[in-house]
C-alpha cells in the first residue's frame, strides 16, 4: 500500500473517531504530533526553540512567541503553519502534508482547550534497560563474606551507607526457606535434628535437601507457574474446547528440572500437543476485539511471561508508557498467526498487514516467509539466545521477587525499570546461564547468600515513596495454597483426589515389577485378515462402563499403529500420532463415579495395507483403596462411523447397531509388545503407589476458600498476589466452612491422643506452625484456653487462633 | 428492623466508624465520601451528586424475552399449526397503572407499581457473533466484552470501590442467589462475578440460597456466640504475646489485623441479623416466598436497610432453565412471571414505605431478549441455538421465544432519582423488533446507573499504567431523560 493510500485510510478513521465526541488526546492527537512534529520538536530537540514535550512547553511557543492559542485554534499559528504552503513557513517543512481530518482534529484540540494527559510527556524514557548479558565484575569480599551476591550487596550498601540487615536465627531460616523452596512447614522433627546439627554447613545442606525434594519442589512452584503461564483445571475457555491444559507438561517439566531455555522453547514453539495450551491461549465463540485475538494473545503472554513486557498498551496502539509499538505487537503476533493479519489500531483496520518480526532484531530476526512451525522454533530460539539478557534478567528477577518480597526491578512485569542494583541482577542472570539454565541451582544460590539469610525488613507506610533501598528480605504473605497446605499438614485434612491432570512422582522402574498387563491389542475386523488393514482405514473404537465407588487416582497408557485421538465422556482428552511413543495419562480428572465412556477415534496409515491395533489400559485406584483395570479387550466395541469432533467435543454416537464386537489381535507386531512389556508397567505403577504424598493445594481445582485467599482466576497472567487479607477474606477465615471443617478433624486427631496434656498439646502446635516453642506467657494463655484436658473444641479454637496469628500468615 | 435508623444519621454511625478507625489503622473499605478521580484528559473528574445511595439489580439470567415480559407485541394464543413467523408475544397485554403503558399478562402486581417506575425499552446489546450467555453477561456485568487482558471488576464492585460501603458493618456488595459452582458455565460465572483488579476487598459475597444466607455471618456451625468471642478474646491475647509483633510495624500489623477485626464485627453484629430472612414477618415473608428469587428479594430489601451498598438478586443463570428457554418458552415465563411478579412489586413498596425507595435504585435488567425467529441482530450470522427449529407450532413445547435477540431490550427502573411513570424508547411493532427510538447501549445504561450512584462514567483506575474507566474509555454518556 502506497503511503498516500496509507494516511488516507489513517485519516478516515480518525475522521471516523472525531465525529461529535471530544478529542481524545492519546488515541487521536499523540499519534499526530509523533508522526508530523516529533523528529524537531520533541525529547531534546527543540527547533526554532519550539518544544512540544508537554503541555507547557508547548503553549510557552518558540522562539518566535506562541504557536497555540487555547481555545481559539484560529489565532494559533501552528495551525496556520501546518496549512501553508508556503515552503518558508510550512510545518512539517519537509515530507507529507498533514492531512485534512487530521488538521480538523488539532483545531478541535486546540479550540477544546488543549487537553493533555496528566503526566504525560514526549520524551525518552530515562532508562532503557540494556539488551545483551553482563557479567559483571565482582567486588571483593568484606569480613570474609564471600558470596557473590553478598559481595554486591555489601559494596552496594557500603556505597549508601546504610548497615547490613542482621543475620536470621537458625529456626526462622528453616521456617522461611522452607515455605520458599517446598512450600510446606518444615516438619518439627526435621527442625529439630537441623537445630541440632552444630555443623557450620548445615544451612546450605538444608537448601540442597529440599532442593533436591522432586515432588515437593515441583507442587510448589507449580502454583507460580500456573499464574504465569496461565494454566489451570478449570476456567473459562474449556467448556468449548478453546483452552488447552498444559498440566502434565508443566508438572513433569518441574519434577526433572528441565533446563529453562529448553522449558521456555517447547512452550514457543511446542514440541508436541502436552505444552501448545500456552501459545494457543484461551478463544472464546464469536468476534473479538482486534486486541484480544488469539495472536494478540500471543504476543501478550509471550512479551509478559518471559520479557517483563506489558504489550497490552501497544496491542491496540503505540504505547503512551513504553517504547512498543502497535507493528510490534502485531510482529509478534505474526510469527504466531497462520493467517494474514491485518493490523488493526483501537479495533479499527488500518489497511496494514503485520509482518512476523520479534521485539529485538539487534540479534536476530525470524524468517517472516518462513511456515509458521519454523517461525515459532526462531522465536524460541531468539528468546533463549545467549545474547538475550532481557530473558534470563526477567526469570532471576521474578526468582528474587517470590524469594526477597520484592524484585530487584519492580513491578516484575515492568523489565524496563531501572533495577536497584544491575549488577546483582546481571550477577543472577548470568548464573543461570552458566548453570545450564538451572534454576533450582539459581534460588540455591539466593537462597544461600547472607542477604537472604538475613531478618525481614520492617516496614513502614509509605516506604517506598522515596525510592526503594535494600534493607534485607521483606516478609511474604503465604500464598493461599500455602495457607491450605499448612491447614491441612496440621490438620491432615487434604483431600485424598486431586483435579490436576498430572502424573504425580516419578517413573519408578522397581515398582513397575509388580504390575501385570491386562490389555490386548484390538482393532476392527479388517485386521481379521487374511490381508492386512488398509492404510488410511479410520474406525472408532470404545468401551461403556461403570465405576462404583469414590476414585482418588487414574492413570493410563495408551498407544495406537498409527494414530489416536482419545475421548473420555465424549471429551477430548489426548491425541498422537506415533505409536512408538507409549503416552502415559492422567484420567483423574477425566473419569468419574459412575457411567463412563473411553472412546478411541483410531487411524491406519502407510501407503498400503500394514498392521493396526491399538493399546489401552487404565488402573483406577479407589478410595477405599481398591484397584480396578480397564484394558483394551474383547468387551470393547468398533465401528467404521467416525463421528465429528467440534470443540473437542465428540459427535453424535453411532447407532447402536452399528457397534461390532472388537477384533483381538491374536499375534500382535513384536515391537509393539515389547514397546508395552518395557514401559508400560512402570508407567501404570505411578497411579498405585500406596503411600502417596499429601495432595497439594495446587493440584486441586480452586475453591471458595483459595479464592478468597487470592488465588486469581488465571484468565489473565497474575505474576503477583496481593499481600492484604482482605475482609471479605476474614470473614472465610472466621467462619467459612471448609477451614472450620479442617480444624475440626485436625482438633479431633490431636484430642483423640488423650494422654497430651495441654502444655504438651500447645508445644508441639507452636512447634509444627510457627517453628518455635511457645514462650511461658504464652503457655499460660493457650492453657487457659485449652482448660486442664483439652477438648476438641478447645484443640479446635486453639488451632484457628494459631493460623490466624499473623506470625503464621507471614513469611519472614 | 431499621439500622440505618432515622434519628441517627449516617454521619454520626460514620463518625464511630472513623473512631474505631482510628485504633484499627487506615481501612480499605474507607473510601466512604465520592473521591475526585484524575482522569486521563488532565481535567478533574467531578462526581455527579448522588441520586440514589444504594442499588438492587434484579438480574433476568439467560435472556428475558421483552416481548413476553415488558414490551408486548403481537400476541397469538398457541395452536396447532400456528406459524411462527406470524408469532410476537406469547402472552397478551395487561394495563398498568400508567395509562398507554401495558406489559404482558402474569405480571399484574408489576404492574400496579409501574406508576413508581421507569421503563427503558430500548437497550440493545452486541451481537458478537456468537450470541453467548457468558460473554453478555460478562459485558452487561463490567460493561467490557471478554476476554479482556485484565480482570474486570464488575459493577458492584466499582462501587464498593469508589463509594464504599454505606454501613462501615456490612459488606458492600452483596451476591444473592447465583451458585458459582456445580452449574454449567460457572467458570464463565466466576470470570465476571469478582473484583477483579481491585482486588477481593471490593468483591462480593456471594450468598447462593437466601435462607442460607444468615450462616455465612454467623460463627461456625456448632460454635455458641459465647465460644466464638473467646475464641476471638484468646486470638488477640495470643496475637499479642506473639514476639513477632516486634518484627513488625504497626503499620504491618494493623494491616494483617485489620481485616480479622472487620470480619470479627460483623460476625457478632447486630446487622448480621439483616441477613436472616427468618426473621422476617410471617405476613411479609409469605409475600416474597415464591422461590429462591423472591426470598432474593427479601433479603436484598433488609441487606439495603441493614446499609448494604450494591445488591445483586438473580433469578439464576443455569444453561437452559429458567429465562435460558430454548424451548417450551411460554411455558417457562408463565412460571417465572408466577416467580418475580409478587417479590419485585412487593420490595418496591417496602421501601416505599420505609422512605428508602427515593435514595434506592432498583434496576431490572437481563443480558439480552429474545425473539421466536431472530438469532443475534437481525442479518446476524451467528448461529441459531433453538432446541426446535421448526416454521409451525405443532407442540406446546414449540411455543416461545427460543432465540437471543440483542436488538432490543427492556430495562425496568425504580426509585433512585429515575422518573416516575415514565416510558423511554420504542421498538418496532413488527418483526425485527429493534430498538427504533433511542437506543441505549450497554455503556450508556451502565452510565446512566453510575450517574444515579454519583459515580461519573469517566471515573478511572490505573492498572499496569494504564487507565481503566467504569465505562469503557470513560466514554459512556448517563441518559439524563431517565433522571426525575
Known sequence: MSLLLRSLSLSIAFAAFANGAAVDFSHQIVPIIREHCAECHTGDKKKGGLSMNDRKSLLDGGEDGAVIVSGQSAKSSLIAAVLSSDPDEQMPPKGKRVPAGQVALLKQWIDEGVVWDEGFAFKKPAYEPPLKPRKPELPAAVDGRM????????????QKKLTRPQPLEDAVFARRVHLDLVGLLPQPEVLDKFLADKSPEKRAKLIESLLANDIGYAEHWLTFWNDLLRNDYSGTGFITGGRKQISKWLYESLVVNKPFDQFTRELIAPPGPDSRGYIDGIKWRGDVSAGQTVEIQFAQSVSQSFLGINMKCASCHDSFVDRWKLDEAYGLAAIYSSRPLDIARCDKATGKQAVASWLFPEIGQVDAKAAQPERLKQLAALMTSPQNGRFSRTIVNRLWQRMMGRGIVHPVDAMQTEPWSADLLDHLATQLFESGHDLRKVLAHIATSQAYQSKAQVIDAGEDDHGYVFAGPRAKRMTAEQFVDAVWTLTDAAPKKMDAPVLRGKVDKEAGKSVTLAGQWIWGDSAKGPTAPPAGEMIQLRKVF?????????????????????????????????????????????????????????????????????YFEARVKHADGKEETIATDESWQWTSTVPSVKEGRLGAAAKKEDWRPAFVITKPVGSWVTKIKTEAPALLARGSIAQQPMVRAALVKSDFLMRTLGRPNRDQIVSTRPNDLTTLEAIDLANGQTLADALAKGAKKISARNEIDAKALATQLYRHALSRDPSPNELATTQELLGPKPTEQGVQDLLWAICMMPEFLMIR | MDFTHPTQPEYIVR???????????????????????WAKTGEKVVQPKPKADACILLWMAGGMAAPDTFDPKGYLPFEKGLEVKRMLSTFPAIDTAVDGVKICQGLENIAKVMDRATLVRSAVQPDLGSILH?????????????????????????????????????????????????????????????????????????????????????????????????RD????KLVDQSPHRDYMSDYQQQ??????????????????????????????????????????????????????????????????????????????????????????????????????????????????????????KPGSNASDQA???????????????HRHFTGGTSVVMFGGGVKKGFLYGQTADERPLVAVKNPIP???????????????????????????????????????????
Open chain 2, 387 to 401: 432446541t426446535f427449529k421448526v416454521e409451525k407450532i405443532e407442540e406446546a413445547k414449540h411455543y416461545g421465544l
Open chain 1, 147 to 158: 558470596h557473590p551476591i553478598d559481595r554486591i550487596i555489601d559494596t552496594y550498601l557500603a
Open chain 1, 546 to 614: 461403570k465405576i462404583e465407588g469414590a476414585i482418588e487416582n487414574v492413570i493410563g497408557v495408551i498407544t495406537c499403529d498409527n494414530e489416536y485421538t482419545l475421548f473420555v465422556n465424549n471429551r477430548l482428552v489426548a491425541q498422537d500420532d506415533d505409536w512408538t511413543s507409549l503416552e502415559a495419562l492422567a484420567l483423574n480428572d477425566s473419569l468419574r463415579e459412575g457411567q463412563n465412556s473411553i472412546t478411541i477415534i483410531a487411524k491406519n496409515a502407510g501407503r498400503g495395507p500394514n498392521a493396526a491395533g491399538l
Open chain 2, 134 to 230: 457468558s460473554r453478555h453477561q460478562y459485558h452487561w456485568h463490567t460493561g467490557y466484552v471478554p476476554p479482556q487482558t485484565v480482570a474486570c471488576p464488575h459493577i458492584g464492585a466499582w462501587m464498593a470501590k469508589v463509594l464504599g460501603p454505606r454501613n462501615p458493618v456490612m459488606p458492600a456488595f452483596i451476591n444473592i442467589g447465583q451458585r458459582l459452582e456445580g452449574v454449567g458455565e460457572s467458570e464463565e460465572l466466576k470470570a465476571f462475578t469478582t473484583a477483579g483488579f481491585f482486588g477481593s476487598e471490593y468483591g462480593p459475597m456471594n450468598l447462593p440460597f437466601p435462607e442460607e444466607a444468615a450462616q455465612s455471618v454467623r460463627p461456625p456451625k456448632g460454635m455458641d456466640p459465647g465460644r466464638f468471642a473467646s
Open chain 2, 255 to 376: 494491616s494483617m489485623l485489620r481485616s480479622l477485626d472487620n470480619a470479627y464485627r460483623l460476625l457478632s453484629s447486630k446487622e448480621r441479623e439483616a441477613f436472616d430472612v427468618t426473621l422476617e414477618p410471617k405476613e411479609s415473608y409469605a409475600k416474597y416466598d415464591t422461590g429462591r428469587f423472591g426470598r432474593g428479594c427479601l433479603l436484598a430489601r433488609r441487606l439495603i436497610e441493614a446499609g448494604a451498598r450494591f445488591v445483586e438478586v438473580t433469578t439464576e443463570y443455569v444453561p437452559f432453565l429458567y429465562w435460558d428457554t430454548h424451548k417450551d418458552g411460554h411455558e417457562t415465563v408463565a412460571g417465572l412471571h408466577k416467580e418475580i411478579d409478587m417479590p419485585i412489586s412487593q420490595l418496591v413498596r417496602d421501601l416505599e414505605a420505609k422512605g428508602l425507595l427515593d435514595r434506592t435504585l432498583i434496576v431490572i435488567a437481563s443480558e439480552f431478549s429474545r425473539d421466536a425467529i431472530i438469532e443475534g
Open chain 2, 15 to 37: 463518625r464511630e466508624f472513623l473512631k474505631k478507625l482510628a485504633a484499627a489503622g487506615t481501612a480499605a473499605w474507607m473510601t466512604g465520601e465520592p473521591q475526585a478521580i
Open chain 2, 442 to 484: 450497554v455503556e450508556d445504561l451502565h452510565a446512566t446507573i453510575m450517574t444515579a450512584m454519583g459515580i461519573s462514567p469517566k471515573t478511572q483506575f490505573e492498572i499496569e499504567s494504564r487507565p481503566f474507566y467504569v465505562t469503557i474509555d470513560g466514554k459512556g454518556k448517563a441518559v439524563t431523560d431517565l433522571f426525575a
Open chain 2, 233 to 236: 478474646k484468646f486470638f488477640r
